[in-house]
C-alpha cells in the first residue's frame, strides 16, 4: 500500500502494476503498454478584452495499438500533463474493455470555461483545434477527441467546423471528433451516453446476486440510497435516470459550492434547473444545505457516485466511507491509496475504466455514423415495422377466425409494430456494450484467487487485449 497520496498517474500505474502482475506477458510488452507514447504541449496567444491571453494545452497519446486514438478534452484550471495522461492510459484500457477499436488519448486546456464569454471560448476553443489539427492531433483516422469535464457539444461543433474548414476536401471531417450535437453530425443520445451507461453498469451489478450479496445489500435498485457528487452531465443523467426509472432515492447531491441533503429524496430535474439558473446549489429551498460539501461523501448511504473529479475518495477520508457500493461514474474519484483501504474494508467498486465506458461506447456509434454517413436505422426501420405488421395482421386473421376469443395486451400493438430508430439502437448496443464488458470483467475475478475486485480484473481484461493485439502485429 502506498504510504502517501501517489499522484494521478502514479495511481493509474499501479492499479495497471498490480493487475498486469497476474497477466503472463514478456516484460518488454507489459512495459510498452504501460508508457505513455507522446504528450504534446502548446501554448498559443488568443486577442481578447484588448490584450493577447497565453493558453497552456495538451494532448497526450497513451497507445496506438489501435487508430484513430480516442479520448475527451477537458477545460479546467487544473489541468496538467500529469492528469492528462493518466487520463489518456485510463482511455486505452477503457476502449479494450468495452471492445472500441481505438487506443487511448486525452487532451486539456487550462482555462476556467466560467471565466470567459461564449465567442471568446469560441475564439479559444478554434485557436486550441487549430494547433491539434494541423499536427494530426485531432484527425477521423488518427485523434478524435470528445468532450470531458468543462466541454460539451458547443465545443465539439466548433472543433469539429474549424477541421472541416482546415481539410475542405476531406469527406470523412465530422468524425475528426465526437460528442457533436445532432445537427453538426452528432449522435442521438451521447449526450446522455455516460450516464446512462453508469445506469446500465449497475442493472447489470444488480443482475447478479453474488454481486450482490457482497455489498450486504438485497434486491434491485429500487429504493436503494445515492449520493452523487457533481451534477454535470454524467451525474446528472446518471441520477435522472436512476431515480426516474429504477426507484433510486438521490439523498445527496454534492456540488463545488456546497451540498443539498432530502431524507425523503431530491429532485434531480429541480436541483438541475436551479444550478442552471443560479450558477450552484447553495439557496435552494427544497433540501437542507450544508456549505462543507465534502464532508458528505462520508454520510451513510447504499450507493456514491463521484461523478465529478479524480482524488475526492483518498486516504483522507477512505477509512470514514460509508457506502456499501462506490460507482466510479467519474476518472480516478479513488486514488490507489483509497482503493487499498475500501478493498481491506469489504467495499466494492465498479471502477471507472468500466463504469463510465458509456461515453466512448456511444461516441464510437457516432464515428461509425459519421464515416459511413447514414443514420442507424434509416434502411431497416420501415422494413422492419412492415414485418411487424404481417404478423400482427395473421393474428388479427386468426382471431376473428376464432371468434375473437382472445385479444392483445392494452399497448402491445403500437409497441410492437414501432421499429427501431436511431435512440433505440444506440441504447441497445450500449447497454449490449455494458453488459457484455461486465461479463468479463466477471469472468477475470472468478478465474484467479487473487483478483479479488472488480478492478484488478477490468485491467486485467484490457492489458490481455491490448497485447493480444500487440502480438497480432508482431510486436
Ligand atoms: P461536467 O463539467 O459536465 O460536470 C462536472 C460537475 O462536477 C459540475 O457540475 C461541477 O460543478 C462539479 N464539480 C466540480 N468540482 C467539484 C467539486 N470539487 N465538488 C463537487 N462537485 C464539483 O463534467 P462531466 O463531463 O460530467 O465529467 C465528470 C467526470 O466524468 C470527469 O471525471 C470526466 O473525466 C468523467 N467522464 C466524462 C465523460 C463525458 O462523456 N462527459 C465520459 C467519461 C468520463
Known amino acids: 500500500m502506498p504510504r502517501t497520496e501517489l499522484s494521478f498517474r502514479d495511481s493509474v500505474d499501479l492499479m495497471f ?17 504501460r508508457v505513455s507514447n507522446a504528450t504534446y504541449t502548446v501554448r498559443f496567444g488568443v486577442r481578447l478584452r484588448g490584450q493577447i491571453h497565453t493558453f497552456t494545452g ?17 477545460y479546467d484550471l487544473a489541468v496538467n500533463q500529469n492528469e492528462v495522461e493518466a487520463l489518456a492510459a485510463l482511455m486505452t484500457y477503457k476502449c479494450a474493455l468495452v471492445e472500441a477499436p481505438f487506443g487511448g488519448s486525452k487532451g486539456g486546456l487550462c482555462i476556467d470555461p466560467r471565466a470567459w464569454e461564449e465567442h471568446e471560448l469560441e475564439q479559444i476553443t478554434r485557436r486550441f483545434a487549430y494547433e491539434l489539427i494541423k499536427r494530426d492531433l485531432i484527425h477521423p483516422a488518427q485523434n478524435v477527441p470528445a468532450p470531458d469535464m468543462g466541454t460539451g457539444e458547443r465545443e465539439m461543433a466548433w472543433i469539429a467546423d474549424q477541421y472541416k474548414r482546415m481539410n475542405t476536401t476531406d469527406i470523412n471531417g465530422n468524425a475528426c471528433v465526437t460528442g457533436k450535437p445532432i445537427g453538426g453530425g452528432g449522435i442521438q443520445g451521447r449526450t446522455e451516453a455516460t450516464g446512462r451507461g453508469v445506469q446500465y453498469a449497475l442493472q447489470e451489478f444488480f443482475r447478479e446476486p453474488r454481486d450482490v450479496a457482497r455489498t450486504g445489500m438485497e434486491g434491485d435498485l429500487d429504493r436503494k440510497r445515492v449520493i452523487v457528487q457533481g451534477l454535470g452531465n454524467v451525474g446528472y443523467h446518471a441520477a435522472k435516470f436512476l431515480s426516474e426509472e429504477d426507484g433510486c432515492i438521490i439523498t445527496t447531491i454534492i456540488e463545488r459550492d456546497g451540498a443539498l441533503v432530502s431524507h425523503d429524496g431530491l429532485d434531480v430535474e ?5 444550478i442552471a439558473q443560479h450558477g450552484g446549489v447553495t439557496g435552494y429551498p427544497n433540501a437542507r444545505y450544508f456549505e462543507d460539501g465534502n464532508a458528505l461523501l462520508e454520510q451513510e448511504c447504499d450507493i456514491l457516485i463521484p461523478a465529478a473529479l479524480e482524488g475526492v475518495i483518498n486516504m483522507s477520508n477512505a477509512d470514514n466511507i460509508n457506502a456499501k457500493l462506490i460507482i466510479e461514474a467519474a476518472n480516478g474519484p479513488v486514488t490507489a491509496g483509497a482503493d487499498e483501504i475500501l478493498r481491506r474494508r469489504g467495499i466494492e467498486i465498479i471502477p471507472d475504466l468500466y463504469a463510465n465506458a458509456g461515453g466512448v461506447t456511444v461516441s464510437y456509434f457516432e464515428w461509425v455514423k459519421n464515416l459511413s454517413h447514414i443514420r442507424f436505422g434509416r434502411m431497416q426501420r420501415r422494413q422492419e415495422e412492415a414485418r411487424h405488421e404481417l404478423i400482427i395482421r395473421e393474428l388479427e386473421r386468426l382471431d376473428s377466425y376464432l371468434g375473437n376469443a382472445w385479444s392483445m395486451s392494452p399497448g402491445f400493438k403500437s409497441k410492437y409494430l414501432k421499429g427501431a430508430g436511431e435512440l433505440e439502437l444506440v441504447r441497445s448496443g450500449l447497454d449490449d456494450t455494458m453488459r457484455a464488458a461486465f461479463d468479463s470483467m466477471r469472468a477475470a475475478r472468478d478465474a484467479k484467487a487473487e483478483v479479488t475486485d472488480f478492478r484488478t480484473a477490468a485491467y486485467i481484461v484490457a492489458i490481455d487485449r491490448v497485447a493480444a493485439s500487440y502480438r497480432a502485429k508482431g510486436l
Request: no cysteine; proline share 8%; hydrophobic share 35%.
Open 17 to 33: 502494476n498490480r493487475a498486469v502482475a497476474l497477466v503472463d506477458l514478456p516484460p518488454g510488452l507489459e512495459e510498452k503498454i
Open 58 to 74: 495538451y494532448r497526450s497519446v497513451h497507445s496506438e495499438h489501435m487508430e484513430p486514438v480516442k479520448g475527451g478534452i477537458r
Open 270 to 274: 429541480d436541483v438541475h434547473h436551479w
